[in-house]
């Protein structure tokens, strides 16, 4: 069955955060390392993303966790897989193997749920991060001109990426938590032209990050500048995710509703970080502040970022059920 078509008839549910879950586990580097990497040079402790190699158990667990709860939609565990990323660990040379076997795991457990429900197909989303660089801003404060990474660079390590989750079996690719329009450039870029050499088009979703109260992502732009920064693409949908809790999101997500021709996702984090950099909001009063959203019908897709569990999922995918989803708009007369 198509995403599109289900998109029209209800509001979809995206996982939550994989970060909090594997946190939940007591990992030591041990479990980093497994048996491929035992003896590497550097620790790599905190490198979650190389779980999928060496403790694909806990993965595949957290996989169906989130299944279990009522996502329709899994991400696979790959934020930081790529080689600009990995470079800290020096573990580039691991980042085909990371994104090829996290899309696999992912597919697994997806295709699991499916069969147990056909009515209630579950996708996999490749997921894409930002990197720890970014091409539009400078990390010297002495040198406002220099630039840490190049577009071509970013866009290099995205195919890569890109295409390992292909051949791993992605349905989607969310482009997401971007803070840097130019990043995600490159990210559409490479997705674009792995789509044009494989011949195969995979939907594309893309999520920006709203950094603070000024309602502007980290390079400057605002909702408005960052959704006519990406919208030369034909995508799936555009959303908002991290750095806010759920009623911080609401006005920026207002305006993706009003000005958006695709579809709007949302996957906010659970409230704002205590002291000691936790998130203490439960799964009832997030889902009660996501309410609101889909009360006015601005959503499409809806799901957690940091601080969200299997718990928080679950009560989104309760009120999920009660509302419609948002209509697409039509922009110059046309449905896109």
Not at 187 to 194: H, K, P
Not at 207 to 232: E, K, P
Not at 294 to 316: D, F, K, W
């Amino acid at each position: 069955m198509d995403i599109r078509d289900i998109l029209k008839e209800r509001i979809l549910v995206l996982d939550g955060a994989m970060g909090t879950m594997v946190q939940r586990h007591t990992l030591e580097e041990e479990d980093f390392r497994g048996e491929r990497f035992k003896d590497h040079p550097l620790s790599l402790k905190g490198n979650n993303d190389l779980l999928s190699l060496t403790r694909p158990d806990i993965i595949k667990e957290i996989h169906i966790e989130y299944l279990e709860a009522g996502a329709d939609i899994i991400e696979t565990n790959t934020f930081s897989g790529t080689s600009i990323a990995q470079a800290d660990y020096q573990l580039e040379k691991a980042v085909h193997d990371i994104n090829y076997e996290s899309a696999r795991l992912a597919r697994e457990a997806a295709d699991e749920y499916t069969q147990k429900d056909p009515s209630k197909p579950r996708f996999v989303a490749g997921s894409i991060g930002p990197t720890n660089r970014t091409a539009s801003l400078s990390p010297d404060v002495n040198n406002p001109g220099y630039r840490a990474v190049t577009f071509d660079d970013l866009a290099n390590a995205y195919l890569e990426q890109a295409r390992a989750l292909m051949d791993g079996g992605v349905d989607l690719f969310l482009i997401e938590t971007i803070f840097d329009t130019l990043n995600a450039k490159a990210a559409l870029f490479a997705v674009s032209s792995l789509q044009e050499e494989t011949g195969k088009e995979i939907p594309v979703m893309i999520s920006g990050t709203i950094t603070d109260a000024s309602g502007r992502t980290l390079s400057g732009q605002t909702t408005s500048a960052f959704l006519i920064s990406v919208s030369h693409v034909p995508l799936l949908s555009v959303g908002l995710n991290c750095a806010l809790g759920a009623d911080q999101l609401f006005p920026y997500l207002q305006v993706l509703d009003e000005e958006a021709p695709f579809y709007v996702s949302a996957h906010p984090n659970a409230g704002l970080p205590n002291e000691f950099g936790e998130y203490d909001q439960s799964a009832e009063e997030m889902a009660a502040l996501v309410r609101e959203y889909l009360q006015e019908g601005i959503v499409n897709i809806i799901g957690g970022c940091c601080g969200t569990t299997p718990a928080h999922i679950s009560a989104l995918a309760r009120e999920a059920k009660n509302f419609k989803p948002r209509k697409l708009k039509k922009l110059n007369n046309q449905e896109q």
